[in-house]
């Protein structure tokens, strides 16, 4: 191949278009991060250079400005920056003092780092199922999963839809120690009743992972609450737990976000509710299709009360991996968000959780499929991909 041809094919690649090298070969982009790059590449490069220009790389002006616009985005009282959504959770629960002896309720079928973080801080773990149409924890099963160590719940909004919120305020009222955190590590900009999920909780934290809705370019996450006090802890926390330079009041962590990711960040959440509607869109039109095809498979629901960030777009089918290995062939990138509920992890063995413990977590993570999800999929990429599920249920 001549170098040019090379070069046209890689500047299409890294443009993040379908390619088609010969009749039938398509190779479909997952989350298409390259061609947002060229899309804002201009407005990017152009707040990375301030930043390297005024060598402001910790805590510069552009982390401020950040914590301001998020702020702004979804009417927190405050937004507090940090380096990834693991230590986002961190910092929540360290803020709420939860440690070891005590217990932090939460779904199975959710990334790691949400059980993680609570174990790491020495308590335990204690899961409750999942509502089978949103795949977010069953709100009506953790009361009898309460005990006098209870000291928090953690929602995960997963794929980018929140949970029960209202059911999980009666909770709240009924248990009023009880603390709340939502895991909003896929669920940026999506609202339950109009309004961000940071009103339905202490505590919201989210991610900035390069794949997650409202990504940077390393890693990076946030917190927000409207208590004027956790605020305060979590902004020491953050930086070594320290109230003045050198001065520690609290045992904390070195997790700020670098300022060149916030300056990232700003450039993309000036385009974010753009994004989120394109995506909302693309949801949509997954939907129609599936629908139009009578395909044999669960799609996604959404409550009527909620809106999705859709971090990811997953449907359920049977023979799920078959499925999968068919569509890699055909040029269709997938993803399994996850595998394996928590409970039967080999790190949380000393639970002493069992298969059957958490059925519907189980049979969703045998089911669940993630389709390519971004807010320029392309119509055609679309029709290509439901018409090659619908092809492979149908055995045609
Ligand atoms: C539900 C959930 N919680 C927490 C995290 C952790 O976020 P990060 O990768 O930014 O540490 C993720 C990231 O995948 C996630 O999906």
Same mark, same amino acid.
């Given at each position: 191949m001549s170098y040019w041809l090379i070069?046209?094919?890689?500047?299409?690649?890294?443009?993040?278009?379908?390619?088609?090298?010969? #009749?039938?070969?398509?190779? =479909?982009?997952?989350?298409?991060?390259? +061609?947002?790059?060229? $899309?804002?590449?201009?407005e990017i490069d152009e707040a990375i250079h301030k930043v390297l220009n005024n060598s402001n790389y910790i805590m510069g002006n552009e982390v401020r400005e950040l914590e301001e616009n998020l702020q702004n985005f979804t009417?927190?009282?405050?937004? =507090?920056? %940090?380096?990834?959504?693991?230590?986002? $959770?961190?910092?929540?629960?360290?803020? !709420?003092?939860? &440690?070891?002896?005590?217990?932090?309720?939460?779904?199975?079928?959710?990334?790691?780092?949400?059980?993680?973080?609570?174990?790491?801080?020495?308590?335990?773990p204690v899961f409750v199922d999942i509502?089978?149409?949103?795949?977010?924890?069953? @709100?009506?099963?953790?009361?009898?999963?309460i005990t006098l160590k209870t &000291?928090?719940?953690?929602?995960?909004? !997963?794929?980018? #839809?929140?949970?029960?919120?209202?059911?999980? &305020?009666? $909770?709240k009222i009924k248990h009023s120690k009880l603390k709340i955190i939502i895991d909003g590590a896929q669920s940026f900009g999506a609202t339950y009743?109009? &309004?961000?999920?940071?009103? +339905?909780?202490?505590?919201?934290?989210?991610?900035?992972?390069?794949?997650?809705? !409202?990504? %940077?370019?390393?890693?990076?996450?946030?917190?927000?609450?409207?208590?004027?006090?956790?605020a305060s802890k979590m902004r020491m926390l953050r930086v070594h737990g320290q109230s003045k330079r050198y001065h520690h009041k609290y045992i904390g962590l070195g997790a700020r976000l670098d300022t060149i990711q916030a300056a990232v960040l700003n450039v993309k959440l000036n385009h974010y509710r753009e994004d989120l509607a394109m995506r909302q869109k693309v949801a949509e039109k997954y939907n129609s299709q599936f629908k139009t095809q009578n395909s044999k498979l669960i799609l996604p629901f959404i409550d009527e009360k909620a809106t999705s960030a859709f971090a990811q777009y997953?449907?359920? @089918?049977?023979?799920?991996? @078959?499925?999968?290995l068919k569509l890699k062939e055909r040029g269709i990138p997938t993803a399994v968000h996850y595998p394996m509920p928590l409970h039967?992890?080999?790190?949380?063995?000393?639970?002493? +959780?069992?298969k059957g413990d958490f059925p519907i977590a189980e049979k969703v993570s045998s089911e669940i499929l993630s389709l390519p999800m971004n807010p320029y999929i392309t119509d055609e990429e679309i029709n290509y991909i439901v018409k090659q599920i619908t092809n492979q249920l149908t055995n045609k």
């Amino acid at each position: 191949m001549s170098y040019w041809l090379i070069e046209m094919l890689n500047r299409f690649k890294s443009e993040g278009m379908t390619i088609k090298m010969q #009749q039938n070969e398509i190779k =479909i982009d997952f989350a298409k991060l390259q +061609y947002q790059y060229q $899309l804002y590449k201009r407005e990017i490069d152009e707040a990375i250079h301030k930043v390297l220009n005024n060598s402001n790389y910790i805590m510069g002006n552009e982390v401020r400005e950040l914590e301001e616009n998020l702020q702004n985005f979804t009417e927190a009282k405050y937004a =507090i920056t %940090c380096s990834s959504g693991t230590d986002a $959770l961190l910092l929540a629960m360290m803020a !709420l003092d939860i &440690k070891a002896g005590d217990e932090v309720i939460t779904t199975p079928f959710t990334f790691i780092a949400t059980a993680e973080t609570i174990a790491l801080l020495g308590a335990k773990p204690v899961f409750v199922d999942i509502d089978e149409k949103t795949y977010n924890i069953d @709100v009506s099963k953790i009361e009898e999963a309460i005990t006098l160590k209870t &000291k928090a719940i953690i929602a995960v909004s !997963l794929y980018g #839809q929140p949970s029960d919120l209202d059911a999980l &305020k009666k $909770l709240k009222i009924k248990h009023s120690k009880l603390k709340i955190i939502i895991d909003g590590a896929q669920s940026f900009g999506a609202t339950y009743k109009g &309004k961000s999920e940071v009103h +339905y909780c202490d505590i919201y934290t989210t991610s900035f992972f390069p794949a997650k809705p !409202l990504g %940077c370019f390393g890693d990076g996450g946030a917190v927000f609450t409207n208590n004027d006090e956790l605020a305060s802890k979590m902004r020491m926390l953050r930086v070594h737990g320290q109230s003045k330079r050198y001065h520690h009041k609290y045992i904390g962590l070195g997790a700020r976000l670098d300022t060149i990711q916030a300056a990232v960040l700003n450039v993309k959440l000036n385009h974010y509710r753009e994004d989120l509607a394109m995506r909302q869109k693309v949801a949509e039109k997954y939907n129609s299709q599936f629908k139009t095809q009578n395909s044999k498979l669960i799609l996604p629901f959404i409550d009527e009360k909620a809106t999705s960030a859709f971090a990811q777009y997953s449907i359920r @089918v049977q023979n799920r991996d @078959v499925l999968q290995l068919k569509l890699k062939e055909r040029g269709i990138p997938t993803a399994v968000h996850y595998p394996m509920p928590l409970h039967l992890q080999e790190c949380f063995a000393y639970l002493g +959780y069992k298969k059957g413990d958490f059925p519907i977590a189980e049979k969703v993570s045998s089911e669940i499929l993630s389709l390519p999800m971004n807010p320029y999929i392309t119509d055609e990429e679309i029709n290509y991909i439901v018409k090659q599920i619908t092809n492979q249920l149908t055995n045609k």
